[in-house]
């Protein structure tokens, strides 16, 4: 039950409280991927001594780990019962969600595991983002059916015994793809995104899939109280595999962005006063002309975005191109690239791929060593300081296309780096004095992946506003 007047719920009680008096982050847990398919684990790392401290080893293998969420946060703060004290860490490879204890933090244990054959009764599979509820209960995108032929849905947990508790569309709704969602209760809607077939994707980027349609391209709107679809926005071929999606911070803004990852688009979604919801595309990456590559044309391949928690900057990263990029979104219609970083990718001037035509660069970027230690791979995974100042990177996609694409990155494993964020005018510049190297693990290289702090962060914690619902005016 909601506590008015209640201060000691979990996270903060608006964004920019937590951007302006939430602690400076101190631990930060990281899925690491093994890419044989043995035992993955969540890594626990001290940013201070910038090194892993403990390892919560799974009991099973193939797992791979991937996105992570809380059993509270920032929604419930008002409420004095919750507390942010077990993270939820679907596992995309096994159909597995681990919950985690870290009632402890620094040294996490396992408290409960759903087994695939709970989510096979249910008829899905690969598990996603998790995202709290303020009632309490915890919802999961899944990406396939029981057979992982693509089928998108949703599954809620009981956010006190993490038991399924089922579906969450009526009637037992599904979309033909999904990933990533993000809702909003004050305009009464829910968005989610699509990735592709879970068959398609665990194999490695295929251009027959592509062209077979294996892989989405709609935002699926959704009635939150009613949890019914009520509209689907195709992006077409420019918006293909819509990715992550945010909203903006404030719970009163009726918009956000989404990255469309194979050809690094970015698109503002709104609502309009007709009450309908829109898209429109207001950032593009173009691809580069280039020989010694598997396409003449090589798209950038966007793969996380996040929004600072004042709503100023959009941070994403380009994964095949190398770059993590920073856009002051002040007018979120015309975003305005003030801040750009190379750090690795696939056109290093010392490497195989010759780019012969760019609209961007005048030369091919160098490597980048750090420590004495070479950057393999390129930024992927986004995590940002609770005050906008500090942004932390890894480099590992989804281990199947790791393998495809950096196979020197899996090879030697991944990193955790560190960029500082001028948060005055823009600008991003690499700290050659952080880092967390995930090549000298115990049982050999790992893939790092998604990074969260025990305090909440910019990507999973949402905000609630003070009315449950949106008035007449916009």
């Not at 790392?45 to 992570?68: A, G, K, T």
């Not at 946060?73 to 490879?93: E, F, M, N, Q, V």
């Not at 989404?258 to 009450?275: D, I, M, W």
């Not at 780019?355 to 070479?374: A, C, F, H, N, W």
């Amino acid at each position: 039950m909601f506590r008015l007047g209640c201060r000691k719920g979990p996270g903060h009680a608006t964004p920019l409280e937590a951007m302006n008096k939430g602690p400076r982050e101190e631990l930060i847990y990281v899925p690491c991927i093994t890419p044989q398919g043995q035992h993955d684990y969540l890594a626990t790392v001290d940013l201070n001594r910038q090194q892993v401290i403990h390892r919560l080893v799974m009991p099973h293998v193939n797992d791979e780990l991937h996105h992570s969420g809380w059993n509270s946060c920032s929604s419930c703060h008002g409420d004095c019962s919750k507390k942010r004290d077990k993270l939820i860490l679907p596992a995309i490879g096994s159909s597995r969600i681990y919950i985690v204890d870290i009632s402890n933090q620094r040294t996490p244990r396992l408290h409960e595991t759903v087994e695939p054959e709970e989510m096979s009764a249910l008829n899905v599979s690969t598990p996603h983002t998790s995202h709290c509820l303020a009632s309490g209960e915890i919802m999961i995108s899944t990406l396939g059916d029981k057979d992982r032929e693509n089928r998108g849905t949703f599954v809620l947990l009981d956010g006190k015994t993490f038991k399924l508790k089922g579906t969450w569309p009526a009637d037992n709704l599904s979309v033909p793809f999904n990933y990533d969602f993000w809702y909003q209760p004050y305009y009464n809607v829910m968005i989610s995104t699509e990735w592709g077939s879970p068959r398609a994707f665990g194999r490695g980027l295929n251009l027959d899939d592509l062209a077979a349609g294996r892989y989405g391209t709609h935002l699926n709107i959704w009635d939150w109280t009613s949890r019914r679809l009520m509209q689907r926005i195709d992006l077409g071929a420019e918006g293909v595999m819509p990715l992550e999606i945010r909203f903006l911070h404030d719970p009163k803004q009726a918009q956000g962005f989404v990255g469309c990852a194979l050809n690094a688009a970015v698109y503002r979604f709104y609502l309009e006063p007709s009450g309908n919801w829109a898209a429109e595309k207001v950032i593009t990456i173009p691809p580069k002309k280039v020989e010694g590559w598997i396409l003449e044309d090589m798209p950038g391949v966007m793969t996380d975005i996040l929004i600072s928690l004042d709503d100023r900057f959009l941070y994403f990263s380009n994964w095949v191109h190398g770059d993590v990029r920073q856009y002051d979104i002040s007018d979120p219609r015309r975003p305005r690239l003030v801040g750009q970083i190379f750090l690795g990718g696939s056109i290093l001037d010392d490497g195989k791929v010759k780019v012969v035509r760019d609209q961007e660069l005048t030369k091919q970027p160098s490597p980048v060593y750090i420590k004495g230690r070479r950057i393999e791979g390129a930024p992927q995974m986004l995590q940002m300081s609770l005050d906008g100042k500090r942004l932390y990177v890894t480099d590992s996609l989804f281990s199947p296309w790791d393998k495809q694409f950096y196979p020197s990155m899996v090879r030697r494993g991944t990193m955790m780096l560190q960029i500082d964020v001028d948060t005055e005018r823009g600008g991003l510049t690499l700290n050659k004095d952080f880092l967390v190297d995930f090549h000298d693990e115990p049982n050999g290289p790992v893939l790092a992946h998604e990074m969260r702090y025990p305090g909440g962060d910019c990507t999973s914690d949402i905000w609630l506003a003070p009315e449950a619902t949106k008035g007449s005016s916009l």
